[in-house]
């Protein structure tokens, strides 16, 4: 459940450009990150099978065929970033949970996403990979606050879980398929 600063009136707005500024900065660090420890050292097809061996695994966990204990930090949201306000603290809770740092991801698809950035992206490639986490984020909020049928949507969820993590996987997949093509 979002702290009630975020979801109310154009707060949603502010805490999702902080999801999207969030998740780029994330992707330019993996991004710089593997420019410097990894590339100089690493084939590019190395890089590539070790990127779709990651996403061999979170596509196993998504389908349930295999369990992965993810990362995550179990922090309650300080008060401190309600309290400072509508916008500041949509927006400082929004960047947080943009990078992936402050949130629970029961996913792992992001984690698969930001080693095949760390191993494979370019700076724009990296850049859009981030702005589309941040947009995938924002887009659950934006469409959970955008009625007050909070419960029906959580409900909904629930029940369409299973199909939104095979799209989830397949668009990865098709996504992978464009890098290595573009690589080889």
Do not use: K
């Amino acid at each position: 459940m979002l702290i009630s600063s975020v979801w109310r009136a154009n707060s949603r707005w502010y805490f999702s450009i902080g999801l999207l500024v969030g998740g780029a900065t994330s992707a330019v660090l993996a991004a710089a990150f593997g420019t410097l420890l990894v590339r100089p050292f690493l084939p590019e097809a190395a890089a590539m099978g070790v990127a779709a061996a990651f996403f061999g695994v979170a596509a196993l966990h998504e389908f349930g065929l295999v369990r992965l204990r993810l990362p995550q930090n179990a922090r309650q949201v300080p008060e401190a970033i309600e309290n400072d306000g509508p916008i500041s603290g949509a927006l400082q809770f929004g960047f947080e949970m943009g990078t992936g740092v402050r949130t629970y991801m029961s996913s792992a698809l992001p984690h698969a996403l930001v080693i095949s950035v760390f191993l494979t992206a370019g700076w724009t490639d990296a850049i859009a990979a981030g702005l589309c986490f941040g947009a995938g984020r924002a887009l659950m909020t934006l469409s959970r606050t955008a009625g007050n049928e909070g419960e029906r949507w959580d409900s909904a969820l629930v029940s369409h879980e299973r199909a939104i993590r095979i799209i989830m996987t397949v668009t990865m997949a098709g996504t992978l398929a464009l890098i290595a093509s573009r690589t080889f």
